[in-house]
């Protein structure tokens, strides 16, 4: 039973991680070699340079193929991630996820997990200069640790006072604000708006991709099992 | 027995807890692995995963 559950959820999150992949490769990934380029020109070296360079150089894929097979890879390992941690949550919420209910549940994922967070930090090309990445994370963590608790609060228990709490809960990071990104007066710009605008539509058409998988796969394995297991 | 279709998962209370924290668990492994660990070659090998999930990275 237990098997059933994390099996499902692997499957499901391998797939979606794939699924979103096509996206990554035919679009996303472009952007960000695009905006890498800008990188290069503007301060040197791609990427962060680490504070330390006296030790051997960590690893980097080579470009095309082991730099898009690795990134592959991450996201379905993150696909898998995702999907593990939504069959957790679910499960101890005992509200089980289904066939009928799992686009629903991807949706929610969507909004509570890539969304809300986006909506304060948007996603960032190579380059971008943002706040300090401590400060960013803790906001992008309690953002989506909120969000998805008052998603869930509203689904189990439907009442009104449920809602106006779980509204204010949803918006509290954002009226809190994220942390804002240092104003630069005389250093590299970043990467252009335009290319900033067609990466954040990318990414999050790809980000929706991947719930959308993960949620209805999910559902529609744990369906299929527990056919398998009583036939009717 | 059950005749819902939300009856795909049929657990009692302490092995949902144990399957559900497991499954919890694992899942956030995987996420601070692949998308928020400070190891450089996991940063770079992942990087544009990161990148494309939204994750601030750098």
């Known amino acids: 039973m237990f098997g059933r559950i994390l099996f499902a959820a692997v499957l499901a999150g391998l797939l979606a991680g794939l699924a979103m992949s096509v996206v990554q490769i035919g679009r996303t990934s472009a952007l960000i070699l695009e905006a890498e380029a800008y990188e290069v ?3 040197g070296p791609t990427g962060v340079a680490p504070a330390a360079e006296t030790g051997p150089r960590p690893f980097s894929p080579a ?3 082991e730099r898009n097979a690795l990134t592959v890879l991450a ?3 993150l696909g898998a991630g995702i999907a593990l941690t939504l069959a957790g949550v679910s499960t101890l919420a005992n509200m089980p996820v289904n066939t009928g209910n799992g686009l629903v549940w991807g949706l929610f994922g969507f909004i509570a997990i890539t969304l809300a967070p986006a909506f304060g930090l948007p996603p960032e090309l190579p380059g971008k200069i943002a706040a300090e990445l401590g400060s960013r994370q803790t906001w992008w963590w309690s953002t989506v640790l909120v969000t998805a608790t008052a998603f869930l609060a509203v689904a189990r228990f439907r009442t009104p006072i449920v809602l106006v709490i779980a509204a204010a809960v949803v918006l509290a990071p954002h009226l809190i604000g994220a942390p804002a990104a240092p104003v630069v007066v005389n250093g590299p710009a970043g990467p252009p708006a335009g290319l900033t605008a067609d990466f954040v539509v ?3 058409l790809q980000m929706l991709v991947l719930w959308l998988v993960i949620g209805f796969g999910y559902g529609w394995l744990l369906d299929r099992f527990a056919k398998k297991a009583t036939p009717a | 027995m059950n005749t819902t279709i939300a009856s795909n998962i049929s657990l009692s209370f302490s092995q949902r807890l144990v399957a559900g924290t497991l499954a919890l668990m694992l899942g ?3 996420i601070v692995g692949v998308g928020f660990s400070s190891d450089m070659a ?4 992942a990087h544009d995963a990161r990148h494309a999930a939204g994750l601030p990275c750098h």
């Open chain 1, 41 to 43: 020109a503007e301060s």
């Open chain 2, 42 to 45: 996991v940063h770079n090998g």
């Open chain 1, 202 to 204: 990318a990414t999050l």
């Open chain 2, 28 to 30: 956030l492994a995987l």
């Open chain 1, 63 to 65: 470009p095309g193929f």
């Open chain 1, 75 to 77: 996201n379905m390992l």
